[in-house]
Nanobody
Framework: HVQLVESGGGSVQAGGSLTLSCTASEFTFEDSDVGWYRQVPDFECEWISTISADGSTTYADSVKGRFTISRDNAKNTVYLQMHSLRSEDTALYYC???????????????WGQGTQVTVS
């Protein structure tokens, strides 16, 4: 069955960096837009970034200039490099194919279980 697996989360001090990975199985990313979003318990989902099938990228204002999304189609993996992390970046991070976010709610065609990022 289709699976998206996020990895790379962890605990880091403010100002530090992490790189998240999103790897798909039984599903080929190559022809899909893939996005990252995050959620804090009892708070709304926040869209972070999307990379289109053609490689174009978009970012939320809150992460622009600090986060970089990229994809390696050969590895069927999408990455999110995060630099200059802040305490407010603490959240559970998810990737999803064909991600759509609106009014604090995010949904994708496929999505993973998330990886926790904690910035102190």
């Amino acid at each position: 069955h289709v699976q998206l697996v996020e990895s790379g989360g962890g605990s880091v001090q403010a100002g530090g960096s992490l790189t998240l990975s999103c790897t798909a199985s039984e599903f080929t990313f190559e022809d899909s837009d893939v996005g990252w979003y995050r959620q804090v318990p009892d708070f709304e989902c926040e869209w972070i970034s999307t990379i289109s099938a053609d490689g174009s990228t978009t970012y939320a204002d809150s992460v622009k200039g600090r986060f970089t999304i990229s994809r390696d189609n050969a590895k069927n993996t999408v990455y999110l490099q995060m630099h200059s992390l802040r305490s407010e970046d603490t959240a559970l991070y998810y990737c999803a194919s064909d991600l759509y976010c609106s009014n604090g709610y995010c949904v994708g065609h496929y999505w993973g279980q998330g990886t926790q990022v904690t910035v102190s």
